[in-house]
């Protein structure tokens, strides 16, 4: 009788299972009090070891055991486990690794605003008035539509290798972009660098996972998330430099340097898998796309794409009552619940598993991500307004002025990360950061035209200590609580949260601070023409309103950006809440200890 040999898919699970397994809890049993193996066991647990509940409690006073949470568990919360074996990068290799990843995730932010000081030239040259929403929305969209298959790729393929082909892809966007002969090639350059960028960060977060223990990751991803997150805030002052003395073409040609440095560095430097990797070459075509979930794929693409649309043209290119927007959200909704429908249906082999779209701390985690995302887009949007607008400031001085929080932010996260290496819970500084950024933005929208410069960089250094103690805490939590094999599509989640949020903030920021400008204008200069102001811009009011007109002018765009800051605040605050479902798990790593000459 011939011998069957097992098929491509069932090699696969059968990997992927050995893995799970490596990194579970064996059975326990406590019989009288002392503890004893069970059957097929080589575990050892000790009376009095510290247990955690689902909820976070510590339940050693009760001397019995809570069971071990699982990914697959709706409030799955990890207690503290020694790590399995695993070669990690040390010394002067992570330092490689680390740089070349933030500077990655610094292009990648950058792209995201370089561009707002570039499209008055670029409208100018490709005569695309018309066009000038579709330059960011299009990056934005792309990016967030590829989400989840990103994520589900790193699962299947080696992490290098795919960071690498989604860097490459960024950069043939970036060229396109440099070399845009019209508008047309311009947007198209715009969505293909989108779709590079959405497997960068939580590529970049992957790697991170694989080449580093746990109880040192909130420090490194402290330093990542600070330093890369530069280029949201210097996006525009790099853009102005390059398009004033350069060309705004350079504003995308800037990427190809220091991202083929990047690459180079990762290409050169070994990092460890943290899942079985796939052995491409033995594989199928067909088992290949099995295991992407490409029907899933296609009912999130569309849904995530019409969410957006709508969201960046309601309120400005159409009304909210618009056919078109109800439409959009219409159909965005329906796509979304046949997609978590099928997700549900296709089990572990879901572009994202229900089991971990269900559990607490993950999805938690992910609320809390997109709202700091989202309040940190607020000031770095319209933070520069009120220096360039109210104050009078040049954009590169308005660039200066922001140092407060900058400076603060990385210095705060690398503090924090640290000390949650040593502590171990990371829920605290959430909740923290939470109230500690909503009483900062609450303050900064008491600024006026008058106020001193002590106000505005004491506020800032709050804003800054707040948002760099917890920027980096869900993404700690949920690496914490994910098994390897589940990292890079809870990453690729995590991801997809901040640009969603980004997004929304971004339109509805961009909603209240346009209402506020025209209610501020007519309560404060109602013999100037609002419409003329607003066509101006912000940066060149100051040319279009006569000089007796100015002051109310100013007093307007004061109220208007206080509003946006309000929106930041109150983000900011419910994060406190959505930090409690992150749970009080613990990073710190437990020491190996020897029981009756077992190691436990």
């Known amino acids: ?281 033995k594989r199928t075509a067909k088992s290949v796309l099995s295991q992407l979930d490409l029907v899933g794929f296609f009912h999130f693409a569309p849904s995530t794409v019409m969410f957006l649309m709508a969201l960046q043209w309601g309120g400005q290119k159409y009304a909210w009552s618009n056919a078109i927007i109800i439409g959009l959200l219409c159909g965005g909704a329906s796509t979304l619940l046949i997609f978590l429908a099928w997700e549900r249906h296709a089990g572990e082999k879901a572009m994202v598993p229900f089991s971990i779209l269900r559990n607490r701390v993950v999805w938690c985690s992910s609320i809390v991500t997109g709202l700091f995302f989202g309040s940190l887009l607020m000031f770095s949007y319209y933070l520069p307004i009120y220096f360039q607008t109210v104050e009078g400031a040049s954009p590169t001085m308005s660039g200066v002025y922001m140092l407060p929080s900058i400076l603060t932010q990385m210095l705060a996260a690398v503090l924090s990360g640290v000390l949650v290496g040593r502590l171990g819970y990371y829920t605290p500084w959430a909740i923290g950061s939470g109230v500690v950024v909503s009483i900062g933005a609450g303050l900064m929208s008491t600024l006026k035209p008058e106020s001193p410069n002590a106000k505005w960089i004491g506020y800032q250094i709050l804003v800054g200590l707040g948002r760099g103690c917890g920027i980096q805490m869900p993404i700690v939590a949920c690496q914490n609580v994910l098994p390897p094999g589940q990292i890079p599509v809870g990453m690729a989640v995590i991801t997809f949260a901040q640009q969603f949020g980004g997004g929304l903030f971004l339109a509805f920021g961009q909603l209240v601070f346009s209402h506020g400008l025209v209610e501020g204008l007519a309560k404060f200069a109602p013999s100037v023409d609002a419409n003329k102001v607003i066509k101006a811009g912000a940066t060149a009011v100051r040319d279009v309103v006569a000089k007796a007109d100015l002051r109310d002018v100013l007093e307007a765009y004061n109220v208007s950006v206080n509003d946006c800051f309000y929106l930041a605040a109150a983000g900011s605050a419910v994060t406190v809440f959505a930090s409690f479902g992150m749970g009080f798990g613990t990073v710190k790593k437990v020491e190996k200890k020897k029981v009756d000459g077992v190691e436990v």
């Not at 059975?27 to 575990?43: F, H, I, M, P």
């Not at 008055?120 to 990016?143: E, K, N, Q």
């Not at 997150?229 to 220091?258: D, E, K």
């Open 1 to 281: 009788m011939a011998e069957r040999h097992p098929t491509d898919d069932e090699i696969i699970s059968m990997e992927n299972a050995k893995s799970r397994k490596s990194h579970e809890f064996t059975s326990l049993s406590v019989v009288g009090g002392e503890a004893e193996r069970t059957k097929n066991s080589t575990s050892i647990t000790i009376k009095n070891r510290q247990n955690t509940t689902n909820d976070g409690l510590d339940i050693s006073t009760n001397e019995k055991f809570a069971p071990p949470a699982t990914a697959d568990s709706e409030d799955a919360i990890t207690e503290p486990s020694v790590e399995p074996t695993h070669e990690y990068v040390v010394g002067f290799k992570l330092f490689l690794v680390i740089a070349a990843v933030t500077l990655v995730v610094f292009l990648m932010l950058l792209d995201m605003s370089i561009i707002v000081t570039a499209i008055p030239r670029i409208t100018s040259d490709f005569h695309s008035l018309s066009d000038v929403g579709w330059y960011g929305d299009v990056f934005l969209i792309a990016g967030s539509a590829l989400q989840p298959l990103a994520g589900k790729l790193y699962t299947q393929f080696s992490s290098k290798l795919t960071f690498l082909s989604f860097l490459l892809l960024f950069e043939i966007g970036s060229v396109l972009c440099g070399a845009a002969l019209n508008s047309n090639m311009l947007i198209v350059g715009r969505a293909v660098a989108g779709l590079g960028g959405s497997g960068l960060v939580n590529g970049a977060l992957t790697i991170v996972a694989a080449s580093i223990p746990m109880h040192k990751r909130p420090a490194m991803i402290g330093i990542i998330m600070s330093f890369s997150q530069i280029g949201i805030v210097s996006g525009p002052l790099v853009g102005g430099v390059l398009t004033q003395y350069a060309s705004w073409r350079w504003c995308f040609y800037i990427n190809l340097p220091i991202g083929g440095v990047a690459a180079l560095l990762i290409f050169l430097i070994h990092i460890p898998e943290n899942i079985v990797a796939a052995n491409v070459t």
